[in-house]
């Protein structure tokens, strides 16, 4: 079998079609931070960093983090894939990377909205069982972090996690409200 024979039995769209030769692929936002421990200010992206994500052993994108110390991943589901922290070319840290498909606590609960904040990258701190400030208690962080999701979002600043930003924060996260 030829590779044109293979081609053609794969069924396609039409290529005059805007979705012609498409792939399901989502794009994971991982932030690189510096430890919340220490009280720096909430600028704690890491800039410059090197980095590499591979697939099955092959390179799927390499790059230096930007002053929010951002990585924008395109994942396909059911793919394994690997993050890894670059020093001089060679890998210095490595990170297995998978999709949660569970959903948030219910946006009633505390906990629920932290989880979503720290899934935007907000600095929660390092509180909680497992230190990534989502511990169900309104410290100053949490407050800082409704505060600045709010700015960010353009919502009326009111420091309160009230509907329009229970509304907004569900929005953004790509999930939605639950009843609890």
Not at 9 to 16: F, N, Y
Not at 89 to 99: D, E, F, K, P, Q
Request: proline share 2%.
């Amino acid at each position: 079998m030829t590779l044109r024979d293979i081609l053609n039995s794969i069924a396609r769209l039409h290529s005059g079609s805007s979705n012609h030769n498409t792939f399901n692929v989502r794009t994971i936002e991982i932030f690189l931070q510096k430890s919340a421990g220490v009280d720096e200010g909430d600028d704690r992206g890491i800039e410059g960093l090197a980095y590499r994500v591979t697939s099955d052993g092959n390179d799927v994108l390499r790059g230096t983090t930007e002053a929010d110390g951002k990585i924008a991943v395109p994942f396909r589901p059911n793919t394994a894939m690997v993050l890894q922290l670059l020093h001089e070319g060679n890998a210095v840290a490595r990170y297995n990377l998978h999709i949660n498909q569970n959903p948030f606590e219910p946006d009633t609960q505390l906990v629920g909205l932290q989880r979503r904040f720290r899934q935007l990258g907000y600095q929660l701190g390092t509180a909680g069982d497992a230190q990534d400030g989502i511990d169900g208690e309104m410290g100053r962080r949490t407050d800082k972090a409704i505060q600045d999701f709010q700015i960010d979002a353009g919502l009326d600043f009111d420091s309160v996690a009230g509907d329009n930003t229970k509304a907004a924060l569900n929005d953004a996260v790509g999930g939605s409200a639950q009843n609890g």
